[in-house]
């Protein structure tokens, strides 16, 4: 069953603006992970953010996590056009350290 | 490139053919999966290995069949396949321990049952 949900499906910003994605969950997580993947291309992992973390930094990645409404959002500052992809969020939940439930991704477009 | 590689990148097969995916981690991590990516679908764990070890089957059918013969290399044997399991098949490494890592993918099997 799918336990991440991205939202918007997809989102088209201007280089130098500010990109924001979003992401629901259904059950109490172990962490929440933050992924891209070029078109057609392997996924690259972005951030990790545990359960009793609030908030993580990575270069021009930003990305929080409420445990209360069950959602985390990745903002991406100053976009460029390198970073058009699509981003998906991933849980690890219940006894599995291993596994990961994806969500079907927010497909990102930076125009120059 | 992330250190997980995957062979081949492009494969078209019949539904009667035999053939093997490959994947090789040069990052010394000891679990491996893969994984299946259908168009507009999100993306389906497969199966998991652990030091070797099948850890999670995902009620995979059996016509995949999974090989890890060392922390390493993870192989994936397709035979009698349906043109629905067309997808990007991507192959994936972490630590293995008490919590759980990030996982580094491979560029993935584009593969096309025909």
């Known amino acids: 069953s799918q336990q991440g949900e991205e939202d918007p499906q997809a989102l088209s910003i201007q280089e130098g603006e500010n990109a924001t994605m979003n992401c629901s969950y259904k059950t109490s997580i172990n962490n929440l992970q933050w992924y891209r993947q070029n078109s057609g291309r392997g996924l690259v992992h972005l951030i990790l953010?545990?359960?009793?973390?609030r908030e993580k930094h990575s270069g021009r990645l930003r990305v929080t996590l409420d445990t209360s409404k069950k959602s985390s959002s990745l903002l991406i500052t100053a976009s460029r056009a390198a970073d058009t992809a699509s981003y998906f969020c991933a849980c690890n939940s219940g006894g599995s350290n291993y596994k990961l439930t994806f969500g079907k991704g927010t497909l990102l477009t930076v125009n120059p | 490139e992330t250190g997980v590689t995957q062979t081949p990148r492009h494969l078209v097969m019949g539904m009667t053919n035999k053939k093997s995916l490959k994947c090789e981690q040069h990052?010394?991590?000891?679990?491996m999966y893969w994984y299946k990516q259908s168009a507009k679908k999100p993306l389906e764990l497969m199966f998991v290995?652990?030091?070797?070890?099948?850890?999670e089957n995902n009620s995979v059918p059996s016509r995949f069949s999974p090989e890890c013969p060392n922390s390493s290399h993870l192989f994936l044997h397709l035979h009698t396949l349906q043109p629905e399991d067309s997808a990007l098949y991507l192959c994936?490494?972490?630590?293995?321990?008490?919590?759980?890592?990030?996982?580094?993918f491979g560029p993935g099997t584009r593969l096309t049952v025909t």
């Open positions: 953010i545990r359960s009793n973390e």
């Open positions: 290995y652990n030091f070797k070890e099948q850890t």
């Open positions: 990052l010394g991590h000891n679990a």
């Open positions: 994936a490494s972490s630590q293995a321990g008490g919590q759980s890592y990030e996982q580094y």
